[in-house]
């Protein structure tokens, strides 16, 4: 029997908050959207096309940070929810334990690492669908994470106690989930979020600032 799982991308609403606000201070403000409004393009496109290949049925969703930004246009290519009132991990939390209400299995992933690997990301999730008590990880170079997913409820005391955008904060969490999970560890990548970032994206994919 195929499970269904929700994979929300945590976003941010152009003209309603700001964004990439540590990018934008050294290539300008209008440069870095167009740098975020390509990562959500290419980040779109990928997740597209593991829907139409896993073998799981994966609903999309964007997670919202502004509840106007529930109807801007940005976000009508999937469903959306609203991440909620609070600091990071109360935002977490509330998406993860309402999309956990509704599906099998929930994976949460950010938008800024357009090169992370969706292969392997459709075969991790195949392998959270045979494994009931397996944690999805995507780890990020900086300490963080790029894509979470799991089947179990997490305690909103876990995800409130990370202390997030350090070194530490994938260590962190991982920590606080119960020892006997099986981690799942997809492939290293990194937000764009400074301009070295950028350019190591740009060296990596010469095409990403194409148009723009």
């Known amino acids: 029997m195929k499970l269904r799982f929700a994979l929300a991308v945590f976003v ?121 008590f397996g944690a999805l990880v995507g780890p990020t170079l900086d300490g963080g994470y790029y894509a979470f997913g799991f089947r179990k409820p997490v305690p909103k005391s876990i995800w409130t106690s990370v202390p997030y955008s350090t070194s530490t904060t994938l260590a962190s969490f991982l920590d606080l989930l119960p020892s006997q999970i099986e981690k799942n560890f997809l492939s290293k990548h990194w937000d764009v979020d400074t301009q070295d970032d950028l350019r190591r994206l740009e060296r990596e994919l010469p095409s990403f600032m194409e148009g723009t």
């Open 12 to 132: 941010k609403t152009p003209g309603l908050s700001p964004i990439k606000t540590r990018l934008a201070k050294s290539i300008g403000e209008s440069q870095a959207l167009k740098v975020y409004q390509k990562c959500l393009e290419m980040t779109q496109s990928k997740i597209d096309r593991l829907v139409a290949e896993t073998s799981q049925t994966v609903i999309p969703y964007w997670a919202i940070a502004e509840k106007d930004g529930l109807t801007a246009a940005h976000w009508q290519s999937w469903n959306r929810i609203y991440q909620g009132e609070g600091e990071l991990g109360d935002r977490l939390s509330q998406v993860y334990d309402q999309l956990l209400s509704q599906f099998d299995g929930v994976i949460l992933m950010g938008a800024d690492s357009p090169l992370f690997p969706s292969a392997e990301l459709g075969g991790g999730i195949s392998w959270l669908a045979s494994n009931e």
